[in-house]
Structure formats: C-alpha cells, structure tokens
C-alpha cells in the first residue's frame, strides 16, 4: 500500500491500497463541487458512491479492480477503507463542526447517520433490508464497508433505516444521509475556525 499526504492548506488526499485481492485508488477533494469519477465494476456501489459525493460537496476519483470471479467482499471493504484512509489523510480537524447528522427520505424509506471525527473508531449498524440483494449486488456488503471506513477514517457512525419497502429505497437513504453528515461534520465553523472541537485539544 503507498499513499501521499495532503499538501499544507489543503484538504485533499490521494490513497492506494493494493493486495492480493484488490487494487483500489481514491483521490479526494473535501472542498469539491460533488464531481465523482468511479470505476469500481461494480455499478450499484458507484451509484451509492455518487451519493456520498453529490450530497457531501466531495470531489472523488476511485479506482477499484477487484477478484469479483470469487465475489464483491473484498472489493467492497477495501473501497471502504482506502476512502476512509483518504478522509483521515485529508481532513485537518481545526476548525471543524465535527458532528453531522441528517434524515433522508426516499418515498416510503426513511434512514439517519450521525457521525462524529472522534478519532475514536465505532460503528452502530441497524438496517433490515427487506430483500438481501439488488440485481446481483449482496446488500450485507454494505456493513463491510461501512466498518471498513469507520476503522480507518476514525470515526463513530451510526446508521439507522427506520423503514422501507424497497431495498434500494433504503440504502440510497442511507448514502445519502450519510454523504450530507459528512458535509455538516467537516464544515468550518467560523465562531471556532482555530480549535480543535473538544475538550481535550486534540481528535
């Protein structure tokens, strides 16, 4: 695995993690437009990736080759966690709101994230999907790369589908929630732009 530091200033990042299994890089713009390019050979993760970007304001490129002959596992997690080593590299905390939450809707789905850069890695996961795939994409996948991030970006996420109908219905809710979290939690709040957001000085 090689990676590159964000420059001074700036809260960008570029991060590659090749194993065995998968090659995967991520470059990241936290200060972006939305723009994603994405090429994970997995089409409905790039759908949910694209979520994450347009309703965050993130800028992403990621790459991902992938052993999909076996299955998606490995693919998925890695993804999650080279774009949560991306989000550690690039995010300088000072400043930051730190937490962010939101509730998205998507017809008759309905889900919440909450998340915290603790730096303090933990993950409450409650989704009941009412069917384990959509097309051939294995929705118990999602977990994996939810903890992936979690472990490496350091952070406490909680996500919570409070119901839908349709599987798809409910996990876009909850990217999207997930992608307008991130954008309230790494905001800089200019009451407080020279701290860090904590009592103890330090995240």
């Given amino acids: 695995m090689s990676d590159t530091a964000p420059s001074s200033g700036s809260r960008q990042a570029s991060v590659e993690r090749n194993t065995k299994e998968t090659q995967i890089a991520i ?31 993130i800028d992403l490129s990621i790459s991902a080759q992938g052993d999909l002959e076996i299955d998606a596992h490995h693919t998925v997690e890695d993804i999650g966690i080279t774009l949560g080593q991306a989000f550690a ?24 994230v909450v998340i915290d850069f603790s730096g303090r890695p933990g993950l409450e996961y409650h989704v009941q999907f009412v069917k384990g795939t959509v097309g051939a994409f294995d929705v118990d996948l999602f977990h994996e ?6 472990n490496h970006a350091l952070v406490t996420l909680h996500i919570d589908n409070f119901r839908g109908k349709n599987s798809h219905h409910q996990i876009e809710t909850i990217f999207k929630a997930f992608g307008r979290a991130i954008r309230m939690a790494i905001e800089i709040d200019p009451r407080s732009s020279h701290s ?3 009592t103890k000085g330090v995240l």
Avoid: C, W
């Fill in 89 to 112: 590299q690039a995010l300088d905390k000072t400043g930051i709101r730190r937490y962010g939450h939101a509730y998205v809707p998507l017809d008759e789905a309905l889900s919440r």
């Fill in 27 to 57: 470059s990241i713009n936290l200060d972006g437009s939305g723009q994603l390019e994405v090429d994970t050979g997995l089409p409905f993760l790039d759908h949910m990736l694209d979520q994450v970007a347009r309703h965050g304001l």
């Fill in 145 to 150: 790369f939810f903890q992936g991030f979690v």
């Fill in 196 to 198: 860090v957001p904590s």
